[in-house]
Nanobody
Framework: VQLQASGGGLVQAGGSLRLSCTASGYTFSTYIMGWFRQAPGKERRFVAGVSESGGYQYYADSVQGRLIISRDNAKNTVYLQMNSLKPEDTAVYYC??????????????????WGQGTLVTVSS
């Protein structure tokens, strides 16, 4: 199993980035996908999740209305469109996958597979 995240970089406040995460080694379309982030010196936190078909999304309050999660099951890829970025969005972003009830989407310990992370830096 492999999750390969990409798309991070340096952007000015107010700018946009799109992260991608391509999966292999398991049946992508049967897993809930999530994005988490870890800022320097802080714990890893939930950012957004998307259901197996893409029909349901759930966001942390801090990113609601600015970040959009989506997936393309034909490409085994989940995306995180990041708009109106703020310096406090600076973190390493991780994609992850789990297969269980949707109610656990925020719970990192439920996720079985993790990507390597991609760094997003937002300058003020």
């Amino acid at each position: 199993v492999q999750l390969q995240a990409s798309g991070g970089g340096l952007v000015q406040a107010g700018g946009s980035l799109r992260l991608s995460c391509t999966a292999s080694g398991y049946t992508f379309s049967t897993y809930i996908m999530g994005w988490f982030r870890q800022a320097p010196g802080k714990e890893r936190r939930f950012v957004a999740g998307v259901s197996e078909s893409g029909g349901y999304q759930y966001y942390a309050d801090s990113v609601q209305g600015r970040l959009i999660i989506s997936r393309d099951n034909a490409k085994n890829t989940v995306y995180l469109q990041m708009n109106s970025l703020k310096p406090e969005d600076t973190a390493v972003y991780y994609c992850a996958a789990y297969k269980d009830d949707w109610r656990w989407v925020r719970v990192s310990s439920k996720y079985a597979y993790w990507g390597q992370g991609t760094l997003v830096t937002v300058s003020s």
